[in-house]
T-cell receptor, first 118, second 111 residues
Framework: NAGVTQTPKFRVLKTGQSMTLLCAQDMNHEYMYWYRQDPGMGLRLIHYSVGEGTTAKGEVPDGYNVSRLKKQNFLLGLESAAPSQTSVYFC?????????????????FGDGTRLSIL | GEDVEQSLFLSVREGDSSVINCTYTDSSSTYLYWYKQEPGAGLQLLTYIFSNMDMKQDQRLTVLLNKKDKHLSLRIADTQTGDSAIYFCAEAYTGGFKTIFGAGTRLFVKA
């Protein structure tokens, strides 16, 4: 059982380049999330999804887009990378309907993608 | 709005107890979590407490919740060097899908 898998683990981009971060979960979770982690700022929510085909903006959505075409995958796109987007990106998922309500089902995290933009 | 605050650093000697503190603002939260992040890894759930409980113990971990003061603490007994990590406090509400994380407390354990 792999849990939450993020690819790639590391990437260096030049300003203006685009790329897509991939997140896959095998726990049949309904909810998926993208966060960025910056020193001293904890985790900030970029976008999230409460089900296949749905997405919503989080706390810091500007400069990012997401898609959830399949329940198990949540993609984060940077259309034109900027140095301010240098960060560690974490994907998380939660809530299996088989287990019960969402109230006591915590988020499960991937190992992160370290992204540097020059 | 919703906010979770933690001190950024804590240093203890091996074998001592560590106490990591957290304050939160949302009175409607349902579950409060502690996550651990080791270098180069994602966050792993350590323990959690439901907001109608005062205390939860799980082996070396004790979680205390003071609802009146909106204060949460994590006590690690007999702290080991392997406990060195960043610890995040988080509160979940709005039906469970929204979680707010603190900035994380970096625990240093001196041998």
């Amino acid at each position: 059982n792999a849990g939450v898998t993020q690819t790639p683990k590391f990437r260096v981009l030049k300003t203006g380049q685009s790329m897509t971060l991939l997140c896959a979960q095998d726990m049949n979770h309904e909810y998926m999330y993208w966060y960025r982690q910056d020193p001293g700022m904890g985790l900030r929510l970029i976008h999230y999804s409460v089900g296949e085909g749905t997405t919503a903006k989080g706390e810091v959505p500007d400069g990012y887009n997401v898609s959830r075409l399949k329940k198990q995958n949540f993609l984060l796109g940077l259309e034109s990378a900027a140095p301010s987007q240098t960060s560690v990106y974490f994907c998380a998922s939660s809530y299996s309907k088989v287990v019960g309500t969402a109230l006591n089902q915590p988020q499960h995290f991937g190992d992160g993608t370290r992204l540097s933009i020059l | 709005g919703e906010d979770v605050e933690q001190s950024l650093f804590l240093s203890v000697r091996e074998g001592d107890s560590s106490v990591i503190n957290c304050t939160y603002t949302d009175s409607s939260s349902t579950y409060l979590y502690w996550y651990k992040q080791e270098p180069g890894a994602g966050l792993q759930l350590l323990t959690y407490i439901f907001s109608n409980m005062d205390m939860k113990q799980d082996q070396r971990l004790t979680v205390l919740l003071n609802k009146k003061d909106k204060h949460l603490s994590l006590r690690i007994a007999d702290t080991q060097t392997g406990d060195s990590a960043i610890y995040f406090c988080a509160e979940a509400y709005t039906g469970g899908f929204k979680t707010i994380f603190g900035a994380g407390t970096r625990l240093f354990v001196k041998a």
